[in-house]
Antibody, heavy 115, light 107 residues
Framework: QLQESGPGLVKPSQTLSLTCAVS??????????WTWIRQSAGKGLEWIGR???????MYNPSLKSRVTISLDTSKNQLSLNLTSVTAADTAVYYC?????????WGQGTLVAVSS | DIQMTQSPSTLSASVGDRVTITCRAS??????LAWFQQKSGKAPKLLIY???ILESGVPSRFSGSGSGTEFTLTISSLQPDDFATYYC?????????FGQGTKVELK
């Protein structure tokens, strides 16, 4: 029901852009909200941010200056943009639907940052 | 940030064993605590939320308890499908944080 997609390789200092296609519900709902989480060998599971159906967002302070999460209601998907990436941003990126807790997860997409 | 610390980091057990994993929070998270199971190459799967509520479809051999700063995940009788890594996660604070994980391996 959630499917992440995007480039598997991004060069340092560039922007990482991922999308998460949602099926089985609409993204602009008040019933649940959406979140991005990443997982790396070095930092484990790290919460990136969340977005509500209204478009309101909250971000991890450690990433706030570089991250943007948005909704595309025409495509029923959410997006993640992370600017000025470094090797430390290499991770598997997950989107998830939150209803109380993070119930439904995408399969994840591996993004490597390397020249 | 609220720090979540799990113990042990690795647990060796046999099928049929009772297994307990502990998660401690650096400050109270009330009962806003979830447990996830993750298998290699897969996304985490929600097992328990609000510290003790079993997610639909999760076997009843899994149970959670605790509140405040100390929580436990118990598997009453370990099954072959349960060998995996388990994570706790607090969602009391807007800034979600996860434990470092506990790997349950075959003894």
């Amino acid at each position: 029901q959630l499917q992440e997609s995007g480039p598997g390789l991004v060069k340092p200092s560039q922007t990482l852009s991922l999308t998460c296609a949602v099926s089985g519900g609409t993204v602009n709902t008040n019933t649940y909200y959406w979140t991005w989480i990443r997982q790396s060998a070095g930092k484990g599971l790290e919460w990136i941010g969340r977005i509500y159906g209204t478009g309101s967002t909250m971000y991890n302070p450690s990433l706030k200056s570089r991250v943007t999460i948005s909704l595309d209601t025409s495509k029923n998907q959410l997006s993640l943009n992370l600017t000025s990436v470094t090797a430390a941003d290499t991770a598997v990126y997950y989107c998830a639907r939150v209803f109380g807790a993070a119930r439904d997860w995408g399969q994840g997409t591996l993004v490597a940052v390397s020249s | 940030d609220i720090q979540m610390t799990q113990s042990p980091s690795t647990l060796s057990a046999s099928v049929g064993d009772r297994v307990t994993i502990t998660c401690r929070a650096s400050q109270s998270v009330a009962n806003w605590l979830a447990w996830f199971q993750q298998k290699s190459g897969k996304a985490p799967k929600l097992l328990i939320y609000k510290a003790s509520i079993l997610e639909s479809g999760v076997p009843s051999r899994f149970s959670g308890s605790g509140s405040g700063t100390e929580f436990t995940l118990t598997i009453s009788s370990l099954q072959p499908d349960d060998f995996a890594t388990y994570y706790c996660q607090q969602y009391n604070n807007y800034l979600w944080t996860f434990g470092q994980g506990t790997k349950v391996e075959l003894k």
